[in-house]
């Protein structure tokens, strides 16, 4: 495997919460990854020790052969990354928000072309608190490649979307991966990751239970979905975060 992404035995508590018990996965070059797993299975937790959020208790996480936790800044030129629920100052414009993001690295996207290629230019110059839903997600997009990532990190980037949007944004998701970036989306839309993703792991408890090709693990299964309830009512119901 020509592993461009590498978690090795990745744990995190939260007090007396194990949020994260020894999870490992490692994705390849130009691969779209998915992280599936039901509320406080662990994805967050995941996802914020991957991109350098938090600092985990133990495990080695590498991206592009570069070590997350000891040289974080190396890896932040690497990667990039949307979450969930991110906001910004209500004042703050899409030109101003990618100006101000890029300062902070080396390599850096011009704010007009990311504005053109998310659909952006008309709101280039509007507030922030006047965006719609699906705009300020595009910009969340924005932000996210404003360094030219090897590596972009997508959490739930469809939620509160309406169906035209997220339809826009799969097709973003899938330019991603024919420009040869590596993506891992974490979702709860299991249509989405079975659509998407070139292989999945499902997360419970704070641990890997499965990984493999969406119709791989569906094997056996009525649909995806069945397989994945399976795989997680199995395992227990989710403690982490």
Known sequence: MNAHVVVSDLAKRHGAVEAVRGVSFAITRGETFGLLGPNGAGKTTTLECLTGLREPDQGRIEIAGVDVRATPEAAKEKLGAAFAGAA???????R????????FY??????AALLARFALTEKADARFTTLSTGQKQRLALALAFVNRP????????ASGL?????HELHAHI??????GRTVLLATHDLHEAEKL?????????????AEGPPRELAAGAASFE???????????????A
Do not use: N, Y
């Open 88 to 94: 910004l100052p209500d004042q703050i414009t899409p």
């Open 106 to 111: 080396r390599e850096r996207e011009e704010p």
């Open 162 to 166: 309406d169906p035209q949007a997220r």
């Open 96 to 103: 101003e928000a990618l100006q101000l993001f890029g300062a």
């Open 174 to 179: 899938a330019a991603m991966k024919r420009d």
């Open 150 to 157: 090897e590596f972009v990190v997508l959490d739930e980037p």
């Open 226 to 240: 069945d397989a994945f309830l399976r795989l997680v009512t199995g395992a227990g119901e989710g403690t982490g």
């Open 197 to 209: 993703c070139d292989r999945v792991a499902v997360i419970a408890r704070g641990k890997i239970v």
